[in-house]
């Protein structure tokens, strides 16, 4: 157990500067350019690559191997403070290997994770494909299904994954379909679908409000064949788990709370929290800098009240997401913090990104300055890895101890 520190260690501190630098230097000059093409920005991946920032090892250092927790939002935050878009497409691949991470057998996390990233010499992508068409929120509806074929020890896959995150481009798919669809989300399994598996394809490509450098798209498994050793976790463990499950239904036990993405809420939120930082800074600058009636807009209360407010909800965010991520590997919560951290987080970038609009007045508008890209991709933070109202229900439930519905 480490103790809870708002001071981060030299390590984190080091980190801290050397993400910083580079969102500074390569990430935020390229934010323009990305968004406009809406294209995967490669080159800025080559370049995070180049550098170790886009790699396995600093995957298994920032979140696998700190016990304060600390170091991957710290990372996050800087990353995300240079570009949302960006920052989703060099750390899209994360969520993949997290999946892995999660439920994989310790074989599996060795070989499966590092092939999320690649070399820098060959840079390889991973996907983690939950939500569908009809089951976003509602992830205990998933339709695409996972059947065994005893006699050739094989899954075989088959339905529609939307709104992906490198979907389709990536090399390694990690997939969550149903086995027993009666059971609901305890009769779910995650597959990885290796590089070059037949079967596997993108579907549409989505055109994006904000976050339009990280690639969106639908995936379609159509008849996808994979080996009995990429089931997640193992044969054995899921024949327990669903053996349980039956058990459960019959005596009507209730279904575990919606831990699953818990533990990488925290992570989510510090993503959220670089944008809103960028914003409030952008627009801090601004207000010293531009005149009006004769003097600085910051003298006016009405714009320095604001900056005042965005400070300290951003700062508010800030602690909540650091005590998420410390508990997440200390304990573990008691009253849902890691869904409190992101609902505040999503909520604060949004709101704060507003009001940098808001206090650069008719230039914020345009697209001559960066804040309105800020607000567009501040947007989807109230939206992924569980909309604010799910964060809301999760929060009721563990504070209530009842299934509010
Ligand atoms: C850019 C982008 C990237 C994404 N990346 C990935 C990815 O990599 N992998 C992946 O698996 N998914 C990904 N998603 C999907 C994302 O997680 C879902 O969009 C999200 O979970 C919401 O699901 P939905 O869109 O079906 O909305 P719905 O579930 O249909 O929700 C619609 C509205 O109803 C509300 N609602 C639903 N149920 C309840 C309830 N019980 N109580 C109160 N309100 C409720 C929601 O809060 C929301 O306001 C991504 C989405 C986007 C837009």
């Not at 809870?4 to 580079?22: C, G």
């Not at 533990?263 to 952008?282: F, K, L, N, Q, S």
Request: charged content about 25%.
């Amino acid at each position: 157990m480490s103790e809870f520190s708002l001071t981060l260690n030299e390590d984190q501190q080091q980190i801290q500067k050397w993400v910083h630098d580079f969102a500074e230097s390569v990430v935020r000059p390229a934010a323009e350019e990305w968004d406009e093409k809406e294209e995967f920005p490669w080159p800025i991946v080559e370049e995070a690559a180049k550098i170790g920032l886009y790699s396995f090892d600093f995957f298994a250092q920032s979140s696998l191997g700190d016990p304060s927790g600390l170091t991957l939002p710290v990372a996050l935050e800087e990353l995300f403070w240079g570009d949302a878009g960006i920052g989703l497409a060099i750390f899209g691949s994360g969520l993949a290997a997290a999946g892995i991470a999660g439920t994989g057998t310790p074989e599996q996390v060795m070989e499966w994770v590092p092939q999320c990233f690649g070399t820098a010499d060959q840079i390889q992508l991973g996907a983690f494909c939950v939500s569908e068409p009809d089951a976003g929120s509602d992830v205990s509806s998933l339709k695409t299904r996972a059947v065994y074929d005893e006699a050739n020890d094989e899954w075989v896959l088959n339905g529609t994954k939307a709104w992906i995150t490198n979907g389709g481009i990536a090399d390694v798919h990690v997939v969550v379909a149903a086995v027993d669809p009666a059971l609901k989300g305890r009769g779910q399994a995650s597959f990885i679908v290796p590089p070059g598996t037949k079967g596997i394809s993108q579907g549409q490509k989505y055109k994006k409000h904000g976050i339009r450098a990280s690639h969106t798209a639908e995936v379609v498994l159509d008849d996808v064949r994979v080996p009995g050793s990429l089931l997640l976790g193992g044969k054995e463990k899921l024949d327990e788990k669903l053996a349980r499950a039956r058990d459960q239904q019959k005596t009507g036990a209730k279904q575990p709370a919606m831990a699953t993405f818990e533990a990488t809420r925290p992570a989510v939120a510090a993503m959220a929290i670089g944008i809103a930082r960028a914003a409030y800074e952008y627009a801090l600058d601004y207000a010293k800098e531009r005149r009006a009636f004769g003097k600085a807009i910051i003298e006016n209360q009405a714009i320095s009240f604001m900056l005042a407010d965005m400070a300290t909800e951003i700062d508010a965010a800030r602690l909540l997401v650091h005590r998420a991520a410390w508990l997440s590997r200390n304990g573990g919560y008691t009253n849902a913090e890691g869904s409190m951290s992101k609902l505040k987080a999503g909520r604060v970038a949004v709101w704060a990104t507003e009001r940098a609009i808001q206090i650069l007045g008719g230039y914020g508008y345009t697209r001559e300055y960066p804040v309105e890209r800020f607000h567009r991709d501040a947007k989807i933070y109230d939206i992924f890895e569980g909309t604010e109202q799910i964060q809301q229900l999760v929060i009721a439930r563990a504070i209530s101890g009842l299934r509010v519905e």
